[in-house]
């Protein structure tokens, strides 16, 4: 099992590496000045040289990748020229904001479109599962921001329960979370149904059923545990997703996360922003992906045995 671990862990690095390189290439060949972004049309030519050089922008490609890539390495993802503060400062002090926005759109999701979704399943070609499968085709097609809109007319406006935007206490997220939260609980309870359609026609269910096992226990301990590996590939999916995902939620609600923070680098070209932001979220979504692949391990044996009978074999030579 320890090896499973270390092999995961061991993939991120290559990929974060792709990632911090590949960002850092396209904001080294896109069109603009930095120095004269920062600087404003008023400096001069002699203002601009100096700050070009004190920021390293004079160096070749080379030097600055090299540079840059040694930053990150140690934690360090540069100074947003916009606002002179640090990057990584700015990223982890928004990140909370983000998180709760993504943690409980997941949450949405898993406890209220699985069940469901499991429920039609079991109900199959009845009348709860039409009025489910329509439920989840409604959620999942309409936008995030409308829905967003609608829910602050609604709540906000009109019955004054909850505030429209900004933060500040457990009040402020519950909007932009159910406005997420709809399409999480659509494509969860869409993709639950059919997983678990699928579990339930395989060999071993009809066994169980044909030995007498009561057909709660044919769904809680044999059918559901084969059919939530897709479930969990989604949720952790999802969840990385949404950490990066949350540009337009945040906007609609004014709230202060990661996805505004970018969205402000990208119209400012604060390339040192954009370039942290997007290497922050991957190093993020590789996390959640980690965690789903180690949730595999112990949802489904084929895996842990898989690993411990390549183990067995070892200690056998």
């Known amino acids: 099992m320890g090896r499973y671990i270390l092999k995961r862990i061991l993939w991120m690095i290559p990929i974060l590496l792709t990632v911090a390189i590949l960002v850092f290439t396209l904001m080294y060949?896109?069109?603009?000045?930095?120095?004269?972004?920062?600087?404003?049309?008023?400096?001069?030519?002699?203002?601009?040289?100096?700050?070009?050089?004190?920021?390293?922008?004079?160096?070749?490609?080379?030097?600055?990748?090299?540079?840059?890539?040694?930053?990150i390495l140690h934690g360090d993802f540069g100074m947003s020229y916009i606002y002179s503060t640090s990057v990584t400062a700015d990223l982890l002090a928004r990140l909370p904001r983000t998180f709760i926005i993504a943690l409980g759109t997941?949450?949405?999701?898993?406890?209220?479109?699985?069940?469901?979704?499991?429920?039609?399943?079991?109900?199959?070609?009845?009348?709860?599962d039409r009025l489910i499968l329509v439920t989840s085709l409604i959620g999942a097609s309409m936008p995030s921001f409308w829905l967003g809109l609608m829910l602050v007319i609604l709540f906000a406006?009109?019955?004054?329960?909850?505030?429209?935007?900004?933060?500040?206490?457990?009040?402020?997220y519950i909007l932009p979370i159910l406005a997420n939260g709809v399409a999480g609980f659509a494509s969860?309870?869409?993709?639950?149904?059919?997983?678990?359609?699928?579990?339930?026609?395989?060999?071993?269910?009809?066994?169980?059923?044909?030995?007498?096992?009561?057909?709660?226990?044919?769904?809680?301990?044999?059918?559901?545990?084969?059919?939530?590996?897709?479930?969990?590939?989604?949720?952790?999916?999802?969840?990385?997703?949404?950490?990066?995902?949350?540009?337009?939620i945040e906007s609609v609600f004014s709230i202060p996360g990661i996805g505004m923070y970018m969205t402000s680098a990208i119209s400012n070209r604060d390339y040192n922003a954009v370039q942290g932001s997007?290497?922050?979220?991957?190093?993020?979504?590789?996390?959640?992906?980690l965690i789903v692949d180690l949730l595999y391990a112990f949802v489904d044996p084929r895996i842990k045995s898989q690993y411990e009978g390549k183990k067995r074999r070892k200690k056998h030579e």
């Open 29 to 71: 060949f896109v069109p603009g000045d930095t120095a004269q972004i920062v600087l404003g049309s008023s400096a001069t030519p002699e203002q601009l040289e100096q700050y070009r050089e004190i920021h390293g922008l004079n160096a070749p490609y080379i030097v600055r990748l090299g540079s840059y890539l040694g930053s």
């Open 106 to 128: 997941v949450i949405i999701g898993v406890i209220v479109g699985v069940p469901f979704g499991i429920w039609a399943a079991i109900k199959q070609d009845t009348i709860a």
């Open 157 to 172: 406006l009109k019955l004054h329960v909850l505030p429209a935007f900004g933060i500040g206490g457990p009040q402020y």
């Open 188 to 248: 969860n309870a869409r993709l639950a149904r059919s997983s678990m359609l699928e579990v339930v026609r395989s060999d071993y269910v009809t066994t169980a059923r044909a030995k007498g096992v009561s057909e709660r226990k044919v769904i809680l301990e044999h059918a559901l545990p084969n059919a939530l590996i897709p479930i969990i590939t989604s949720a952790g999916s999802c969840f990385g997703m949404m950490i990066g995902g949350t540009m337009v």
């Open 278 to 289: 997007v290497i922050f979220i991957a190093i993020l979504f590789s996390l959640c992906m």
